[in-house]
Structures are given as structure tokens and as C-alpha cells.
């Protein structure tokens, strides 16, 4: 088992963008690897309990953020940090786990063979609390600034008015790193967060390419798959994108891509002709593949 190390603020390798945030810590406590200085990174938060389309979005994104050889960043909660760490991991990509409470301290519990993975697979557990210190409810907002200090840009996937992905992106405006929000159907708890960063000036991203456009890495877009639905045209493309790999009522897809249900409808069926998505019992609809 790798042991955990101390990496002072005046040592050699203490990342730069940490280095340079209001309030830097003084010290890190690590296990696993931090990478290279010049590594690209991108913190991907959320909240503990999102809806299952938010959830599977988280997913998609940390994949293939992975998948471009962007590591992904995270707090290690429940809910969409658990998910992101996951799916980097089965992408084979780099994450980090930037923990609320000691290095020995498994929070939640379920999560310990997540972040022996993480370690076992390259990345790296980072905190700067003392062993033994347990989570408690100035621990992890105060942590908040560590997830969005290691990385060029945030993205809140799903948050509730109060969740601390707000806090992170709080820090992040503060420290100057770009926040990104996906939209999402205004009627759930999870879309008020993104909701209102967008209406405080952060920028819509739904997909990885989002993302890497922003900040200048279209080159690795090339590693890639194509876009699903990228023959599809119109309003079908429309309706596709309002797609995830978790089945969602025809009426709820209508509304998600702004369309009236007919039309919807009408699109779902002629996308499900073409191979594009999928139809379950009960009107329900999922992309394939």
C-alpha cells in the first residue's frame, strides 16, 4: 500500500496553481502521484444525490475528459464526485481525490476501495488535515478551494441552492479559474445551482468537447469518439442531445430540448429507425451507445 507523504509549500513539486490561490495551504498530505507541474486538469463537482440522467452526464464527461488526457478532480463525496473518479478510472485516466478529512479516514466509508483504486491506478488522495482528522462541517468547504486551485476550470453538474459545489465554484471565481455549469431541467433540485452560476456569468458546458475547446485543447478532441447523433440534423439533433444512456419519458426529453411533445415524439421515433436511441416500455427513451 502506497504510505502518504508531506509536501511542504517552499518544496520542489508543490503545484504552482495551488502555490499562488488566496489562502494556499502550508503543507499537503499525498498518497499516490500529484503528475507533472504541467499536467491539465479539470475539477468535475456536483452534489451527493442527483437524479440519474445528472449522474450518467457526470460519467460521460469525466470519460472522456479522461479519454483526452485531462485528469479529473474531484472531492470524493457521494453522488457525482464518486461517479467522475469512476469514470476516469475505468477510462484509464488520471484522477484526484481531494479529501474533507485525513488520509486514513475513509469519508464516506463505501468509498475506500474507490480510493485505493485511485491510488493503485496512478493518480492521488490529497488533503491538507493531519491523520485521524474526521470530516466535520468546516472541513470540507474549506477543502472546496484545494479541488478548484488544482485545476484550470470547474464544472458543477448538478447542485441544490445549497450544495458545496457552490462553494467550490466560489473559490474558483475567486481564484480567477473559469466555473462551468450544465444546464438541466429547472424543475429539479440539482439544476438550481447550475442555474444560478449561469446567471452570475459561467459558461454552458454539456459535454467534455465543451470543455476542451475552452481551454484550447481542440487538438485532443481528435481521441475522441464522433458526437452520437453528429449525422442527425434539426430538431432530431435537437431531441438527441436531450439524451442520456438513462431512459427518460418522451415528455420530459421534449421539454429538456425545448420542443413541443409531438415534435418530440415524432423525432424520438424516426431517431429510433435510424439506430440512434432506444425505446423502453412506458414511452421511455435512451441513447445508444
Known amino acids: 500500500m502506497d504510505a502518504a507523504w508531506t509536501l511542504h509549500r517552499s518544496d520542489d513539486g508543490f503545484p504552482p496553481r495551488l502555490a499562488a490561490i488566496p489562502e494556499p495551504p502550508e503543507r499537503l498530505r499525498v498518497r499516490g502521484s500529484l503528475g507533472p507541474p504541467t499536467e491539465r486538469r479539470v475539477a468535475l463537482v456536483g452534489m451527493r444525490h442527483p437524479d440519474p440522467y445528472g449522474l450518467e452526464l457526470a460519467r460521460e464527461i469525466a470519460r472522456d475528459l479522461a479519454r483526452a488526457g485531462v485528469c479529473v478532480v474531484s472531492g470524493g463525496a457521494?453522488?457525482?464526485?464518486?461517479?467522475?473518479?469512476?469514470?476516469?478510472?475505468?477510462?484509464g485516466g488520471r484522477t484526484l481525490a481531494v479529501l474533507g478529512t485525513g488520509l486514513d479516514v475513509a469519508y464516506p466509508a463505501g468509498h475506500r476501495p474507490?480510493?485505493?483504486?485511485?491510488?493503485?491506478?496512478?493518480?492521488?488522495?490529497?488533503?491538507?488535515?493531519e491523520d485521524g482528522q474526521r470530516g466535520d462541517r468546516w472541513t470540507f468547504p474549506k477543502r472546496n478551494r484545494l479541488v478548484s486551485?488544482?485545476?484550470?476550470?470547474?464544472?458543477?453538474?448538478r447542485a441544490g441552492e445549497r450544495?458545496?459545489?457552490?462553494?467550490?465554484a466560489a473559490w474558483a471565481r475567486r481564484q480567477g479559474v473559469p466555473v462551468f455549469a450544465v444546464p438541466g431541467d429547472v424543475r429539479l433540485e440539482g439544476s438550481a445551482g447550475p442555474l444560478a452560476l449561469l446567471r452570475q456569468g459561467a459558461k454552458v458546458a454539456a459535454s467534455a468537447r465543451d470543455l476542451l475547446e475552452a481551454l484550447g485543447l481542440s487538438g485532443q478532441l481528435s481521441l475522441l469518439p464522433a458526437p452520437a447523433g453528429a449525422e442527425a440534423g434539426g430538431e432530431e439533433a435537437t431531441v438527441l442531445a436531450a439524451l442520456?444512456?438513462?431512459?427518460?419519458?418522451?415528455?420530459?426529453?421534449?421539454?429538456?430540448?425545448?420542443?413541443?411533445?409531438?415534435?418530440?415524439?415524432?423525432?424520438?421515433?424516426?431517431?429510433?429507425l435510424?439506430?440512434?436511441?432506444?425505446?423502453?416500455?412506458?414511452?421511455?427513451?435512451?441513447?445508444r451507445a
Open 78 to 91: 457521494e453522488g457525482i464526485d464518486g461517479a467522475a473518479h469512476e469514470a476516469a478510472l475505468d477510462a
Open 114 to 129: 474507490l480510493f485505493e483504486r485511485i491510488v493503485a491506478s496512478g493518480g492521488a488522495l490529497v488533503s491538507e488535515y
Open 149 to 157: 486551485g488544482l485545476s484550470e476550470a470547474v464544472l458543477v453538474v
Open 163 to 168: 450544495s458545496g459545489a457552490l462553494i467550490t
Open 244 to 272: 442520456g444512456r438513462v431512459p427518460r419519458h418522451a415528455d420530459e426529453v421534449a421539454r429538456a430540448a425545448g420542443v413541443p411533445p409531438a415534435a418530440a415524439l415524432s423525432a424520438l421515433l424516426l431517431l429510433e
Open 274 to 287: 435510424r439506430g440512434l436511441c432506444e425505446q423502453r416500455p412506458g414511452n421511455l427513451f435512451l441513447r
